[in-house]
Structure formats: structure tokens, C-alpha cells
């Protein structure tokens, strides 16, 4: 059973400074978990984390992952700023994006960031985007950076386990935008190598939120191997191997969560097993988490305003799809917990529903739940990556604000309420108009 990190006595201090709704998140699990991740790597020398920032985009969340040892991982503009002001630049950017503009990879480099490239047409897009670029670390012909990586994407339809074993993980990466080929990734470090870039490395995501120990080692087994190809055919030696994201949360309750010291020693098997025999034993191993990092450690904190009862049960409350999009756009399950009931029985079935104009803005659908009275709160868990971060201002819903729990138990404001004002304030002489 999944347990807040707040109770209700919390709860009804913090509204009194804080009204709902509003997303809050944990310090002392952020820190905990970072840690324990650091731990299951600790065997590579070269190892760090790269938060994929736009899970949680918050400067006071990138610090905390900051002082914990983890770079960022950009994929915009506004990303790449926002790691800048919060002091983590040079190696600790990973800047991985598709479709991109020529002045973010200007900024990239003028940072001093990894730019991790999409396509093989964009190692010349970059070369002469940057021709007249302050490139902070540049390789040895000073045109390009000294640190670069590329993409794959493998094709085809990636399967592991099965469902007698109680899990199963498909995704297709054949038919996504991502990634170069196996021939072109050859090509492409061609080039940069001859492009004067010093240190090379290969990033790749083939499955999203799986909760299986299993993913992370299949994943680097097949890049280790595509590593140990690339030299022999390129003579290329690769720096770093980057296994991006894609280690999930269990956000149903009765799920085993992914045991990340299990999965850290998988990763070790498979590099013992083909790294180093092929002399590449000191090659750096990444990752680009942030479901994993954040999810758990962030609650989506609402009150119980209405109650409707029609053809079925309905709870209406303060926030709504534009706080949190997952279960409107993918059907997602997040659990709810009402605070101060955590012990009553589930004895209810309700619809748990936001103010949208559109019938699937609900949390919850047909939910066993305990009676739910009017001024409840209501705790919707796993909303601390991938929540606010996807919020939006359709029927003129306001984004709501960012606390964080500090680990001595003190409450501060990481990012304030948009108002009426803000959401005017881009349209030209709005009162004139109006």
C-alpha cells in the first residue's frame, strides 16, 4: 500500500499559508533515492546520473540532484537556461533533442554541454552552426566540442519477458523518430572523429517506465556489444555509454517496485562480461532518469469541493487535467489516497473528477475509495515527475504552485501560483482589446 509522505495535520498547516492545489515534494526521499542509485553504480568510476530535467523542471529540485552528484539532461532552450542558473553546466549537461534548432546546440556548446546528436544529417547542421560559436571545451580542430554522443535506435520491435513470468515490456522502436541506424551511428563517429571531436559516446531508449530488474542490463548488453563493433569498424573507442531513461515506478499499488542495486549489478554482469574483455573496461556509464528520480517524491495535493450523484458517484475537486495530464491524455492509473482515512474501509466507488470542459478530466474512475466528504484532502501519488511539468492553461486553469518538504520538515514555495495577470500578460494590450 503506497503511504504519503504528508498527513492531514501537515496538510491543514501548510493551506493555511499554501491553498490547494498544489504539487510538493519530498527532500529527504529525492536525496535518499539519488543516493542508493549512486551506490547501485558505484563499480564504474565514470558513472553519473544525467536528471531528465523535463520530468520535474524546478531549479531548487536540480540543485538538490546537483549536490547529490547528478548532471542534467536538456532538451531545450529553456532547459539548457534553467541548468545554466542553477549552476550545473560544462559535462554535467547532457543535451539530448530531436529537431533542433541551430541556436540551442550554439548554447549547448557555449555551455560546455555533451551534445548528444538525433540524426546523422545533424553532425554537419552542427558543424556549421557552430562555425562562428564561443565553444567553452573544443576538440582538437576547434569547430566542434570535445565531448559528443550519438543515438541508436536498433528498429524493429523491442520484447522483454514474457507475460508467464509475470511481466512484459514492448515498445517499437521502429517506428519511432529517435535515433540513427546501426550503419549510419558507424558513419556518423566517422566524421566526428574526423570533425576533431576527442571523446566519443552512444545514448539509447528503447522502453518507457518499465518495473522490471531486467530492462537496464538487456539494454546495455545490446549497446555494449554495438560498442565493441563500433571500434573494430571505426575504429572509434567509445567514452561513455549512455542507457538513458526508461526504468520505471510501480504506480498501481499491489506492484514490486524495480530493486535499482539488483539492476545496478546486472549492468556490472554484462560489462564484465563484454567490455572489458574487449580492453574497454574504462568506458563511463550514464543514465538519464527521471520518472525513476522524481515520480515517488511528489504528490499532487487537492481538495474535495462537490459531490454529484447522478447515474454513477462523483467527487469534484480543486484541480484538474491542466495540474496533472497523465490519467486524461494516457488513461494513466495514479493512486489517491484521502488523508486522515487511511484506514477506513474502500468502501465507496467514485468517479474523482477536475473543472475541464472534457469528460476524461478525471484522477480516478470507478475507484474504490473511503467515503469522501466535502473539504477532504485527497493525495494523488506519483505526481512529482511528468505532473506539473505537463500542465497547461486550457479553459483558463491557472498552474498551480511547487512546495517542497524540506528534510527538516519546513515548507517552502519552489514556485508560485501563475495568476490571471500572468496569464494575460503575453497578449499585446490585452485591456484594450478586452
Not at 549497446?223 to 573507442?237: D, M, P, R, T, W
Not at 466528504?373 to 492553461?393: E, P, T
Amino acid at each position: 500500500m503506497k503511504k504519503p509522505f504528508v498527513t492531514k495535520e501537515m496538510i491543514e498547516e501548510i493551506v493555511k499559508k499554501y491553498p490547494t492545489p498544489f504539487h510538493i515534494y519530498d527532500e529527504k526521499g529525492i536525496r535518499e533515492n539519488a543516493r542508493a542509485l549512486y551506490k547501485a553504480f558505484s563499480w564504474n568510476k565514470g558513472y553519473k546520473e544525467y536528471f531528465a530535467v523535463k520530468a520535474t523542471p524546478n531549479p531548487s529540485i536540480l540543485k538538490i540532484l546537483h549536490e547529490e552528484g547528478c548532471g542534467t539532461d536538456c532538451s531545450s532552450l529553456a532547459e539548457l537556461i534553467m541548468s545554466e542558473k542553477s549552476g550545473i553546466v560544462d559535462n554535467d549537461i547532457m543535451f539530448s533533442s530531436n529537431d533542433t534548432p541551430a541556436e540551442e546546440f550554439i548554447k549547448c556548446a557555449e555551455l560546455g554541454g555533451i551534445i548528444n546528436l538525433d540524426d546523422i544529417t545533424h553532425v554537419d547542421f552542427v558543424y556549421e552552426a557552430l562555425k562562428d560559436a564561443k565553444i567553452k571545451n573544443p576538440g582538437s580542430n576547434g569547430r566542434m566540442p570535445k565531448r559528443m554522443s550519438c543515438r541508436f535506435n536498433p528498429g524493429g520491435v523491442f520484447t522483454l519477458g514474457a507475460s508467464g513470468e509475470g511481466f512484459q515490456v514492448m515498445d517499437t522502436p521502429g517506428d519511432s523518430k529517435y535515433g540513427m541506424t546501426e550503419e549510419q551511428i558507424i558513419e556518423a563517429y566517422k566524421r566526428l572523429h574526423e570533425l576533431g571531436v576527442e571523446e566519443l559516446g552512444i545514448h539509447s531508449f528503447l522502453a518507457s517506465n518499465t518495473v522490471t530488474n531486467e530492462y537496464y542490463p538487456t539494454l546495455a548488453g545490446i549497446l555494449f556489444e554495438l560498442a565493441v563493433k563500433i571500434q573494430k569498424e571505426s575504429g572509434v573507442k567509445l567514452s561513455f555509454i549512455n542507457l538513458s531513461g526508461g526504468v520505471g515506478v510501480p504506480y498501481e499499488p499491489d506492484k514490486e517496485p524495480n530493486n535499482i542495486g539488483i539492476i545496478g549489478e546486472g549492468v556490472h554482469k554484462k560489462f564484465d562480461e563484454i567490455l572489458v574483455p574487449a580492453g574497454m573496461g574504462d568506458t563511463a556509464i550514464y543514465t538519464e532518469l527521471g520518472r525513476f528520480m522524481l515520480a515517488p517524491y511528489g504528490h499532487l495535493v487537492t481538495k474535495a469541493i462537490h459531490e454529484k450523484h447522478i447515474y454513477k458517484e462523483y467527487i469534484g475537486v480543486d484541480a484538474c487535467a491542466a495540474n496533472l495530464m497523465r490519467p486524461a491524455m494516457y488513461g494513466a492509473y495514479h493512486h489517491i489516497t484521502v488523508l486522515g482515512k487511511e484506514d477506513a474501509p474502500a468502501d465507496h466507488v467514485y468517479d474523482v473528477t477536475g473543472s475541464l470542459c472534457e469528460n476524461n478530466d478525471k484522477f480516478a474512475i470507478d475507484r474504490k475509495l473511503p467515503k469522501i466528504d466535502k473539504g477532504d484532502y485527497l493525495v494523488i501519488h506519483d505526481a512529482g515527475a511528468h505532473g506539473h511539468s505537463m500542465g497547461y492553461n486550457y479553459n483558463g486553469r491557472l498552474w498551480s504552485a511547487e512546495l517542497l518538504l524540506r528534510e527538516d520538515g519546513s515548507v517552502v514555495q519552489i514556485r508560485r501560483p501563475e495568476t490571471i495577470e500572468d496569464y494575460f500578460a503575453t497578449i499585446e494590450n490585452y485591456w484594450d482589446v478586452v
